[in-house]
């Protein structure tokens, strides 16, 4: 994975303006300011609750909406969580409802589950698929009910040729044609084949919608159906797509996904699933900084999409936990890279736990290493997946982001469960802009995301706080 998101880094901007997204890969709009010009907002994210639908922390009314699952008129009884939904309409000027005209589902693959691996990860159509434990399922209890053989609907995001990562998975009775949305990463048109990952394409007798045969390019994102034969690994394909799901102009787009390229010039910073992102001196970063992009890395890019383009006023990072310090504690197991970190001045029990799916070499780790590790917070309280964690040149320097769990005005902060003394702090955040520490207070409540920094003696003398999300 590592060598592949390596190769993504250096290789995939150069060939940036032949990709167009599928609909299967997330986006996501979030309320701002409200449509009132002449381009649609547009909401293009999970389906996170109902009534009528909840995307990005946006409800909107479906009530006249066109609604479709994969090309087929549906209604929204139709819809279930996790799904992931391109939403166009607009949003209302208080951010958070909204009125959808068109609701479309395109699921990322449909087909023959080869194998499972009883921890996290599917292969399916040959497309490695991780299931975090935030995945959602349908007509199975949960991931070790899925046996090779069984035919599964999967959403997701597409996070490099090959690997998917899935927000739901639905169990289905039968299947009449496979599909799946990939990036090409061999090409080879003399015998008319290409490759998503490993599984290899057959299109010599296939469909072309929106690009034809000789327009085909490496890193090319696309949809393919057809039959798959288990025994070659190889789909023939009877209908080859290239979607643009973007066209046109909006007032608001929030596009969430995996960084795919880092730019080159040319005006773009780094690419969001092969979407073009332009940032500059007025954007706003929350919750890391520009530093820590990287391929692989899942970001957040709010702004306007103008000719191609989205011109972001402000870049999130996914991980909704961060942590910047020196280790006081490791038990790492070697093979599953599972098992627990601690940090000094944070208290000995203070830990994280990891999983499988963690980008970096955990079991390298020692006692004194300085590590920035970044985390998923689970439903269960205190329970954080790392998704990635690297060592970094040692320092006094630390800082600890995640959702708050209790507080006490102008005095204590409790993050995760740790009681930090802010009663010294001097420098007091709401998303990028410097408040008051009576605002800050008035501001703050239970689950809001907040970043704490300071320095490290023999105890952490804390500086400065942000209320992030």
């Known amino acids: 994975m590592k060598a592949d998101m390596l190769f993504m880094k250096l290789k995939t901007h150069m060939f940036?303006?032949?990709?167009?997204?599928?609909?299967?890969?997330?986006?996501?709009?979030?309320?701002?300011?409200?449509?009132?010009?002449?381009?649609?907002?547009?909401?293009?994210?999970?389906?996170?609750?109902?009534?009528?639908?909840?995307?990005?922390?946006?409800?909107?009314?479906?009530?006249?909406?066109?609604?479709?699952?994969?090309?087929?008129?549906?209604?929204?009884?139709?819809?279930?969580?996790?799904?992931?939904?391109?939403?166009?309409?607009?949003?209302?000027?208080?951010?958070?409802?909204?009125?959808a005209d068109t609701v479309v589902v395109d699921e990322v693959i449909r087909g023959l589950v080869v194998a499972n691996d009883s921890v996290n990860r599917l292969t399916v159509l040959d497309q490695i698929v991780e299931v975090p434990a935030t995945t959602r399922f349908d007509n199975v209890a949960n991931l070790s009910g899925i046996n090779a053989g069984v035919l599964v609907e999967v959403s997701g995001f597409i996070k490099s040729s090959g690997v998917v990562t899935a927000t739901r998975i639905e169990v289905l009775s039968a299947i009449v044609t496979s599909k799946v949305h990939g990036m090409v990463n061999t090409l080879t048109p003399a015998t008319e084949r290409f490759t998503f990952g490993s599984l290899s394409v057959d299109y010599s007798l296939a469909e072309f919608t929106g690009l034809s045969k000789s327009q085909l390019s490496l890193?090319?994102?696309?949809?393919?159906?057809?039959?798959?034969?288990?025994?070659?690994?190889?789909?023939?394909?009877?209908?080859?797509?290239?979607?643009?799901?973007?066209?046109?102009?909006?007032?608001?787009?929030?596009?969430?996904?995996?960084?795919?390229?880092?730019?080159?010039?040319?005006?773009?910073?780094?690419?969001?699933?092969?979407?073009?992102?332009?940032?500059?001196?007025?954007?706003?970063?929350?919750?890391?900084?520009?530093?820590?992009?990287?391929?692989?890395?899942?970001?957040?890019?709010?702004?306007?999409?103008?000719?191609?383009?989205?011109?972001?006023?402000?870049?999130?990072?996914?991980?909704?936990?961060?942590?910047?310090?020196?280790?006081?504690?490791?038990?790492?197991?070697?093979?599953?890279?599972?098992?627990?970190?601690?940090?000094?001045?944070?208290?000995?029990?203070?830990?994280?736990?990891?999983?499988?799916?963690?980008?970096?070499?955990?079991?390298?780790?020692?006692?004194?290493?300085?590590?920035?590790?970044?985390?998923?917070?689970?439903?269960?309280?205190?329970?954080?997946?790392?998704?990635?964690?690297?060592?970094?040149?040692?320092?006094?320097?630390?800082?600890?982001?995640?959702?708050?769990?209790?507080?006490?005005?102008?005095?204590?902060?409790e993050i995760l469960g740790l009681a930090a003394d802010v009663s010294a702090v001097t420098e007091f955040k709401k998303q990028g802009l410097v408040v008051s520490k009576t605002d800050f207070f008035a501001e703050l409540g239970l689950g809001n995301i907040v970043e704490i920094r300071g320095t490290l003696g023999t105890n952490i003398s804390w500086t400065s706080i942000e209320i992030v999300d």
């Open 16 to 99: 940036m303006s032949l990709l167009l997204l599928p609909l299967g890969v997330i986006l996501s709009c979030s309320g701002g300011e409200g449509g009132t010009g002449a381009a649609p907002d547009k909401a293009m994210g999970g389906i996170t609750q109902f009534g009528s639908i909840f995307v990005n922390g946006v409800e909107y009314d479906t009530a006249t909406a066109n609604i479709q699952i994969d090309g087929q008129a549906a209604t929204e009884t139709d819809l279930r969580l996790g799904m992931q939904v391109v939403v166009s309409g607009r949003i209302n000027t208080d951010g958070v409802t909204g009125r």
């Open 219 to 413: 890193f090319s994102v696309l949809e393919v159906q057809g039959s798959y034969d288990l025994a070659s690994h190889t789909l023939s394909a009877t209908k080859v797509s290239k979607e643009t799901p973007l066209a046109g102009d909006s007032n608001s787009l929030e596009l969430e996904g995996y960084v795919t390229g880092i730019g080159s010039g040319g005006g773009i910073s780094f690419y969001i699933n092969n979407v073009p992102v332009t940032v500059d001196n007025a954007t706003v970063f929350s919750g890391g900084t520009t530093d820590e992009i990287d391929v692989g890395m899942k970001l957040e890019a709010e702004g306007r999409m103008l000719d191609g383009v989205l011109i972001a006023d402000e870049v999130e990072f996914e991980d909704k936990v961060r942590i910047e310090a020196p280790l006081d504690g490791v038990s790492i197991d070697a093979v599953s890279k599972i098992g627990t970190l601690s940090f000094n001045g944070m208290g000995t029990t203070y830990t994280f736990n990891t999983d499988a799916l963690t980008d970096g070499d955990l079991a390298t780790l020692g006692v004194g290493d300085t590590v920035r590790l970044r985390g998923n917070l689970l439903e269960t309280a205190n329970s954080v997946v790392i998704t990635r964690v690297e060592v970094r040149n040692a320092g006094s320097q630390v800082s600890l982001q995640g959702p708050v769990t209790g507080f006490t005005a102008e005095t204590i902060v």
